[in-house]
């Protein structure tokens, strides 16, 4: 089994916010949130569902995502 470090976990949420960013979305939710969202419409959501059920199945629907550009 792999561990996955928290800097790794953090770089992957920052990644599935740029992809959430492409695909339009800008609202703040958690990845299983999101993942409920895109699944009945997943042409809406073709950059960020893939990164969706991977980090959902890795257990990390708890994880806050924020898609909206900082600044």
């Known amino acids: 089994m792999k561990v996955i ?9 920052e990644h599935l916010a740029e992809l959430l960013r492409r695909d339009g979305a800008s609202q703040t939710h958690t990845v299983q949130e999101w993942l409920d969202a ?8 073709p950059s ?4 969706l059920e991977v980090l959902g199945l890795l257990g ?12």
């Open 5 to 13: 470090t928290h800097k790794q976990i953090k770089l992957a949420i």
């Open 38 to 45: 895109a699944q009945p419409t997943p042409g809406q959501f």
């Open 48 to 51: 960020s569902l893939p990164a």
């Open 60 to 71: 990390f629907g708890d994880e806050v995502v924020q898609p909206e550009t900082s600044g």
